[in-house]
């Protein structure tokens, strides 16, 4: 079992920035590839970012990449998510995710393969 806490969600002016963490505790971190998702009223749940068990391996949606970082301590335990340059339409509930990974470099991008989740924070960005 693995329990997921997401924190640093919040209200933030387009054009800001926001740090989004997620804090691990059960099994070890390190076991796990994670990712996060975001979801808005009335709409399926999106991918934006994901990283692999030890961090060497990352990916993003397409409107993710340059702005967004996803990073992970798993000595900490702790996924983080630095979003800048917010737009608008980056408002959403933000999720993590833990996906048990076989490999070093697997990464997921697809939330049915996710095994926990965190209960999501709120990320508003305001015109």
């Known amino acids: 079992q693995v329990q997921l806490v997401e924190s640093g969600g919040g209200l933030v002016q387009a054009g800001g920035s926001l740090r989004l963490s997620c804090a691990a505790s059960?099994?070890?971190?390190?076991?796990?590839?994670m990712g996060w998702f975001r979801q808005t009223p009335g709409k399926d749940r999106e991918f934006v970012a994901a990283?692999?068990?030890?961090?060497?391996?990352?990916e993003y949606t397409a409107s993710a990449k340059g702005r967004f970082t996803i990073a992970r301590d798993n000595a900490a335990k702790t996924l983080y998510l630095e979003m800048n340059s917010l737009k608008p339409d980056a408002s959403a509930v933000y999720y993590c995710?833990?996906?048990?990974?076989?490999?070093?470099?697997?990464?997921?991008?697809?939330?049915?393969?996710?095994?926990?989740w965190g209960q999501g924070t709120q990320v508003t960005v305001s015109s």
């Open positions: 990283i692999s068990r030890i961090g060497y391996a990352t």
């Open positions: 059960g099994r070890d971190f390190s076991d796990f590839a």
């Open positions: 995710a833990a996906d048990k990974a076989t490999y070093w470099d697997s990464i997921q991008t697809r939330g049915q393969y996710y095994d926990y």
